[in-house]
């Protein structure tokens, strides 16, 4: 069992009254941190440092970058857990959701009340999540009943990376939470655009949209002459339109989805139910 690390300070004295009631509620509740970039990442360092600030923490995180790892577990080889950084950051040589899934079923001699996962380096709009490590995190910790979120940062090219952005708007998403929880058994996909924090216009409750297919596969050759392939950029987006993620994050807004895990296509039930009868008769 690993004991909790720190506890860290409230905010200055100087804040707002009512700001320092929430934040003194905020620094009972204790939020497992995770990400799919790995422990390096400047994303997880940045979410790390905002939430430290107003809540009890713990990281778990991955040994590497397993971005694209999706909702796997690691079940043919043992996990292994180390320390860094005196303790702030724990890394497994595992999955995201390994991670969660160590941290919230039994590392800890203390129960979390909440997941964040990311800032994840790059975005996760429309069908990204069913690949997203990120994503995939938040989604174990709902499993595990807690109440969770993701947070991707949209980067466009030379656009400068403002992790500070999406660390802020972490910090008020969970200052809105503990002001007024929102369903236990939702998860909030976060997607900030990649600007200066003033330069955002706001938050848009938004539904995924979804890209064209993917690029097609990029072959090329080892120093050997053999073939190898990498899997080729995601499309672009394709439903992008007026209420979807991707249309949010390209005018400025946050984008905050609410994501189920339930994939069944329920409109169709009865159509697959008198399919299968009519293929019986
Ligand atoms: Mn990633």
């Known amino acids: 069992m690993l004991a909790h690390a720190s506890r860290t300070p409230l905010w200055g004295r100087k804040i707002q009254f009512r700001i320092s009631r929430i934040t003194e509620a905020l620094a009972s509740l204790k939020i497992l941190i995770s990400n799919d970039d790995g422990y390096r990442a400047e994303g997880l360092r940045a979410l790390t440092e905002a939430l430290g600030q107003i809540a009890e923490i713990t990281v778990v995180a ?3 970058n397993r ?4 909702n796997s577990l690691t079940l043919d080889v043992p996990l292994r857990v180390m320390a860094y950084d005196e303790n702030k950051y724990l890394v497994a040589n595992g ?3 390994d991670c969660v899934h160590l941290a919230v079923s039994g590392l800890f001699d203390f129960d979390h009340d909440m ?6 380096d790059g975005a996760n709009l429309g069908d990204d999540v069913l690949y997203s490590g990120t994503v995939a995190a938040a989604i174990e910790g709902r499993f595990l009943g807690l109440p969770a979120i993701a947070l991707s940062l949209v980067i466009e090219p030379n656009s400068g990376q403002h992790f500070a952005t999406a660390a802020r708007v972490a910090t008020e998403l969970l200052m809105r939470v503990q002001r007024t929880p929102f369903h236990q058994a939702t998860i909030l996909n976060v997607n900030v655009p990649d600007v200066p924090y003033e330069a955002l216009k706001g938050y848009q409750a938004t539904r995924l949209g979804f890209r064209h297919r993917s690029e097609r596969i990029v072959r090329s050759e080892d120093p050997r002459g053999r073939p190898v392939y990498w899997v080729g950029p995601a499309g672009m987006g394709h439903d992008a339109g007026p209420g979807t993620d991707f249309h949010a994050v390209a005018n400025g807004y946050v984008s905050v989805t609410p994501l189920q895990i339930d994939l069944t296509r ?5 159509d697959v139910r008198d399919w299968l009868q009519g293929r019986q008769a």
């Open 67 to 70: 971005s694209g790892a999706s």
């Open 266 to 270: 329920h409109a169709v039930l009865d």
């Open 115 to 120: 997941v964040v996962s990311g800032i994840n």
């Open 62 to 64: 991955p040994d590497r």
């Open 95 to 97: 999955t995201p959701t």
